[in-house]
């Protein structure tokens, strides 16, 4: 993805990966604005299963101070998970945006913002 965002909501990152914890493995979702590069309240699951409820927390967390009258009518959300998800986000709370699956895009935008964890993560 060449393009740069110009303002804020114009594109969003979001990444998925495992984490290690005492108990063995669990997910973890984070997101973070492609202008701003503001992170967004992350989302952990003690499973490492996506669904529904899941990604609608994550959204709660990323849409919470969003505006469609001041911000973009339509946020790209640039995703890490692959296309085998895109039936399960046409059928979240953001299901009126668009989604793009490209892992190396979102880890390139988001390459710092990760390095910067202090936990190991592995891809799903």
Known sequence: MKHTPEEVYE????????IRVREGWALFLCSMDGYSQFAFEPV?????????E???QLFDNILKDYNPVINPKQIV??????EEYGLLFLLTKAANHRFVHNKEATLKAMKEFLNSMNFELTDL
């Open 77 to 82: 959300f640039v995703t890490s998970l692959s």
């Open 11 to 18: 594109r969003v990152y979001i990444h998925a990966a495992k």
């Open 54 to 56: 899941t990604l609608n």
């Open 44 to 52: 952990f699951n003690k499973t490492v299963q996506i669904n529904i």
